[in-house]
């Protein structure tokens, strides 16, 4: 049986999920170590499955490549809300701007992949705003309600100079980019 483009997709049957559940989860901690360029035998290996399964469900390594940033994103947005729940506005801030450099810093060869020109990447910028925007909307609103963060700098500035604050620095990983953003964060304290 077929599925029109307008019908709901098809479900996966279970062995089929929890393989793509492996194969993210092996991407995900393989392209923190070795980058996005690694071997697909290396995240096979890891996700204990055939190369023939991970190019079933990803046809191409952007197709996994974007796989694993969304799922990065929907984390880091889904962080949001729970953060917000235990912890002062100012905290919670803190950790949530953590969890997004964590994301932005650890994937290396991620923003060169980003910016290669592939069309499988095309809708990723417009999905990083709209799940990440609002959460940081409304964490910033709070601290700023509390009087804990000065009212000027709003999400979509804070996001984009987090981004580029976590450009890669030759010489330099990913603490770099943490202590860097810790320093921008701290301007934004009320004193």
């Known amino acids: 049986m077929t599925q029109d483009a307008t019908g709901p997709a098809p479900r996966r049957r279970a062995d089929a999920r ?16 070795s980058g996005v360029d690694a071997p697909a035998k290396e995240i096979t290996d890891l ?3 055939g190369v023939g399964t991970l190019y079933r469900h990803f046809p191409q390594r952007a197709d996994l490549v974007k796989a694993v940033v969304e799922g990065g994103i929907d984390a880091v947005a889904e962080a949001g809300p729970a953060l917000a729940a235990r912890h002062p506005p100012a905290e919670a801030l803190d950790r949530w701007i953590d969890r997004f450099t964590d ?4 994937k290396r060869g991620l923003a ?9 990447f095309a809708g990723l910028p417009g999905y990083f705003h ?11 609103d ?4 509390d009087g804990s963060i000065r009212p000027d700098v709003g999400a979509e500035d804070l996001l ?6 976590c450009q890669p620095v030759p010489g330099r990983g990913p603490d770099h980019a943490r202590r860097i953003v810790g320093v921008l964060v701290d301007g934004l304290r009320v004193r």
Do not use: C, M, W
């Not at 994301?103 to 650890?106: R, S, V």
């Not at 990440?132 to 909307?137: A, R």
């Not at 709070?142 to 309600?145: K, P």
């Not at 984009?160 to 604050?165: G, V």
């Open 18 to 33: 929890r393989n793509v559940e492996a194969l993210l989860e092996a991407a995900r901690k393989v392209f923190d170590t």
């Open 130 to 140: 709209q799940r990440l925007e609002p959460v940081l909307t409304a964490l910033l």
């Open 160 to 165: 984009y100079a987090i981004t580029q604050l």
């Open 47 to 49: 996700a204990g499955v």
């Open 103 to 106: 994301l932005l810093g650890t």
């Open 112 to 120: 060169s992949a980003l910016h290669s020109g592939d069309p499988a």
């Open 142 to 145: 709070a601290a700023v309600a």
